[in-house]
């Protein structure tokens, strides 16, 4: 049986990329640098990238 944490995270990108003034895509909300390395993320850094993306979309909406 395969576990959820032995699935790959899944990239929150939505095919809207455009970098803001930040480096940031205003689509996904990851860095350019996180973008570039996701393909060779751990699980791990993918939730810690996720986490961010999560915090910085708390943000836009503000």
């Given at each position: 049986m395969v576990t959820d944490d032995a699935k790959p995270v899944r990239s929150p990108c939505v095919s809207v990329c455009a970098l803001d003034e930040d480096d940031i895509c205003v689509g996904c909300q990851r860095s350019a640098d996180e973008i570039t390395r996701w393909s060779g993320m751990t699980n791990d850094?993918?939730?810690?990238?996720?986490?961010?993306?999560?915090r910085r979309e708390e943000k836009v909406a503000l």
């Open positions: 850094e993918r939730r810690d990238v996720m986490r961010l993306v999560a």
